[in-house]
Each structure stands twice: as structure tokens, then as C-alpha cells.
């Protein structure tokens, strides 16, 4: 590879997971939440890729992802899993976009807009079961829907929560689940339908299966690889990170490395340079702590990781050029380099920065 960082992207653990997620929930709904990027992982490759194995609902955070998912030639259904700002309405109408919602407020905003564009808007609706964040009470949900559902610019799509702790508190969790189904099961004994009812994330699926499903299940995590619990369920990562070494040093005992002297050389070693820092996303909090492979063996990191550059004790003499693993799917694990850097993988991935080109592995699927 051409540079001095990259990120392989490879397609056939991705397609290997979504046939994972599938046998768990084979007559679901795919939402594939593909926000931030598809969590770095570049999301017109991804949802390209997930559309040519028969998942067509995207979801993001913005309508900037969305407008970029559009400009990327994506032609699937997107809905924005976030509140929208009032002066981005314009573009969710103009565009298709399917907004979620959870007051009148926006409402009152979709309506004037489709009434202005003389366009029909769909919109899912977010109840809060637990999250404590976006979302109606359940209290003002028979409210909301009477006040909305006759309206025949705005069309009622589904109806949504999000679990909290999924990967973590069974009790709360079942306790959300079981909220959200007397909810549900009450609007519709009153005569109301939805077309996409959903709770499930990664965990939610993974872990809760049916009692989670409903009739559309929104993977993120787990479609790219990683799992929520300890079990990997064959889920393989998706994305792999590596760089180059720019050169490589005799450094003599007594010699500090990096920036203030973090790491002490205890006696004459070689050490090499890598390519990479926390300005591309390898994060700081891996200094003196994390191992990377070169040439086949494991090295430590020394020093502290600066913003480009990050020295590793070797034990020979390497020519510039040789290749870093700095992520790979065993030993340099997404999850295990997250707990040692004490951030959560999603952080991780999202954060390997805009510097650092995704390589796509399985390449003749797109040439
Ligand atoms: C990001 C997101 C998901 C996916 O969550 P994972 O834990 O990555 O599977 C599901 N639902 C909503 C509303 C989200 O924002």
C-alpha cells in the first residue's frame, strides 16, 4: 500500500456478520444504523454493500450523513435517528428522508414543509422507555397519535424505542422491552397500525432475540464485527489498521522517549518510528500500553503516542517501509485495545480520523 496509514475495510466480514444477525432474526426488518460513517468504517462502501444483500433501510444522525449517502449514489430508505434542526427541515422533505419524531413541535415543522413542498413526509415515531434521552412519554403517545395520525401529509411509519443497557443489565432491559410491548399492544388494540415497530439493537438482538425483535431489528455494532458481550458469535471485525515504519534507531540506555519522558530506555535497543499517532485516530491513551504486530511479532509501544508518529521497541534492525499492524482481528482486537485504552470499541472506530484512507478489501465485488 501507497502512504503511511490505512485502514482495510473488509467486505466479506461484513457480509459474514449480516448473515449472522440475519439467522438470529431471519424475518426481520434490517435498519443497519450506518451514522458516523457506518462507525468509521466509510458509509457509502458499507450501505453499497449491505444494499446488495438485501438490506435497504439506513439509519443516520444527520441529514448531512444522509445528503452524503445520497451524493454517494445510496438509493436505500434513510431515516434520521436524531432530533433535526428547523432550518434542515427543507432537506429532509425535499430529499425523502424519513425523520423520527417525538413532539408537536416538529411536527408542526414537517407540516408547513410538505404543505410548502406539496410532498408526503414519513416519519417514525420515538417513545422513551428508559434511555433518558430522546422520545414521548409514554403518557402523551395516545395524545400525539390522535392529533396526528388523520394527517395526510405526514404518514405514520413506526413506532421505535431505544434500550439503555443492553449489554449490560438484563433486569432494566426486560423491564424496557416489557414497556415498550403493553405500549404497543395497547395502541393497537385501539385500532392503531404500524408498519415498523423496533427496539433492538446489537445487545438487544444478540442477547434477547425474539422477545426484542418486534418486526425490524437497527444492527450497528455488530455489524461491523464486534460484539456487545464476551462471546463473539463468529461476528469478525470489519475494519483492520496499519501503517509503515519511517525508520528505525539504536537508542542508548538512559534515553527517554517521546514527550515527557514517559518511558525510560533500560538498556541499548533498536526502536522503530511508526507512521501513526492520535491525530489519526490511534488514541493517546494507548501509550506505553498497547503491543502492535510487526513482521510477525508483537512489539510494545514506548513513550507516549504523539500527534503522527509512535515508537516501539524492536529487537532488530527493520527497513523503512515495513508494515505495521496496528488493528487486526486476534491479537490487536478492536475490543481488546478499547479496554486497554479504556474507551469503548464504537469510540475507536468512529475515531480513526479522515486522514487515514479506507482501503476496501474485497475489491473486485465493486471494479
Ligand atoms: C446507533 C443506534 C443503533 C445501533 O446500536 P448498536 O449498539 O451499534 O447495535 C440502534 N438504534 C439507534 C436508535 C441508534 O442510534
Not at 408547513?112 to 434521552?133: L, S, W
Not at 513482521?295 to 503522527?308: K, Q, T
Not at 469503548?344 to 465485488?365: A, C, D, N, Q
Request: charged share 25%; proline share 4%.
Amino acid at each position: 500500500m501507497k502512504g503511511r496509514i490505512w485502514a482495510e475495510i473488509n467486505l466479506n466480514n461484513l457480509i459474514n456478520n449480516l448473515k449472522i444477525i440475519k439467522s438470529f432474526s431471519p424475518n426481520n426488518n434490517i435498519l443497519a444504523a450506518v451514522k458516523a460513517d457506518a462507525y468509521g468504517h466509510g458509509s457509502g462502501i458499507i450501505s453499497k454493500t449491505l444494499a446488495e444483500h438485501d438490506v435497504n433501510m439506513l439509519g443516520v444522525a444527520s441529514v448531512e450523513e444522509a445528503i452524503k449517502l445520497r451524493d454517494e449514489g445510496i438509493k436505500s430508505e434513510i431515516v434520521i435517528l436524531s432530533p433535526i434542526p428547523e432550518d434542515q427541515i427543507p432537506e429532509v422533505v425535499a430529499y425523502n428522508f424519513t425523520p423520527t419524531v417525538f413532539g408537536n413541535i416538529i411536527m408542526k415543522w414537517l407540516l408547513k414543509e410538505a404543505k410548502k413542498q406539496d410532498k408526503v413526509v414519513k416519519y417514525h415515531i420515538e417513545i422513551d422507555t428508559g434511555m433518558g434521552r430522546t422520545g414521548l412519554d409514554i403518557d402523551e403517545i395516545y395524545n400525539f397519535i390522535n392529533e396526528w395520525h388523520r394527517e395526510p401529509y405526514l404518514v405514520n411509519e413506526g413506532i421505535f424505542s431505544h434500550l439503555s443497557s443492553a449489554d449490560t443489565d438484563k433486569d432494566y432491559t426486560r423491564f424496557q422491552i416489557d414497556t415498550f410491548k403493553a405500549t404497543i399492544t395497547r395502541l393497537i388494540k385501539n385500532g392503531i397500525r404500524f408498519k415498523y415497530i423496533h427496539i433492538a439493537n446489537s445487545a438487544g438482538i444478540l442477547e434477547y432475540k425474539n422477545d426484542s425483535f418486534f418486526n425490524l431489528i437497527r444492527p450497528g455494532l455488530s455489524l461491523y464485527g464486534i460484539s456487545p458481550f464476551e462471546k463473539d458469535f463468529g461476528l469478525k471485525p470489519v475494519m483492520s489498521l496499519y501503517s509503515k515504519i519511517l525508520q528505525t534507531r539504536k537508542i542508548k540506555k538512559g534515553s527517554y522517549i517521546s514527550y515527557n519522558k514517559t518511558y525510560k530506555v533500560e538498556k541499548d535497543a533498536w526502536f522503530v518510528v511508526g507512521a501513526f499517532g492520535y491525530g489519526d485516530g490511534y488514541p493517546r491513551s494507548l501509550s506505553n500500553k498497547a503491543q502492535v504486530i510487526i513482521d510477525n511479532n508483537l512489539y510494545p509501544i514506548r513513550g507516549v503516542v504523539c500527534m503522527d508518529l509512535t515508537m516501539i521497541e524492536v529487537d532488530k534492525q527493520f527497513s523503512p517501509g515495513t508494515i505495521i499492524t496496528l488493528i487486526d482481528e486476534e491479537e490487536l482486537h478492536i475490543k481488546k485495545l478499547s479496554y486497554l485504552a479504556d474507551l469503548i470499541p464504537y469510540e475507536i472506530t468512529t475515531g480513526i480520523s479522515t486522514r487515514v484512507p479506507r482501503i476496501v478489501k474485497k475489491r473486485s465485488f465493486y471494479e
